[in-house]
């Protein structure tokens, strides 16, 4: 779970997080295979942080990638009932938009800052 208490869609899909939806890791994940994930998922932000050089910055951001799909952050979706990925989008400009107007303005300002 990221550190703020952002907002969660009712479906559990994704968090909102500066005004976009995030896809959520993918609940279904064996916890060791999540927590593995997550430990390469650091050591690869870590790298792109500490990257010296064009090719070094290009290796880490391969392995955040490649760890953000494990988790079922990017990649293909982890649900199976066709709806697509609406990663990026705007809440309100979603069909998550009336679920969005209803929440409570102090809770809909934690996934706008």
């Not at 890791?25 to 990257?51: E, F, S």
């Not at 400009?93 to 706008?112: H, I, Q, V």
Request: net charge neutral; no cysteine.
């Amino acid at each position: 779970m990221p550190p703020k208490d952002y907002p969660h869609t009712p479906d559990g899909r994704y968090f909102v997080s500066k005004g976009r939806l995030w896809r959520t890791t993918n609940p279904a994940l064996p916890d060791d295979v999540r927590r593995a994930a997550i430990k390469r998922l650091m050591r690869a932000r870590m790298d792109v942080r500490l990257a010296g050089d064009d090719a070094a910055m290009r290796d880490a951001r391969a392995r955040v990638q490649e760890a953000k799909e494990a988790l079922g952050e990017r990649g293909p979706v982890w649900w199976d009932d066709d709806a697509p990925d609406q990663t990026q989008t705007a809440p309100q400009n979603s069909t998550y938009a009336d679920w969005w107007a209803a929440l409570d303005p102090a809770e809909r300002s934690k996934g706008t800052g």
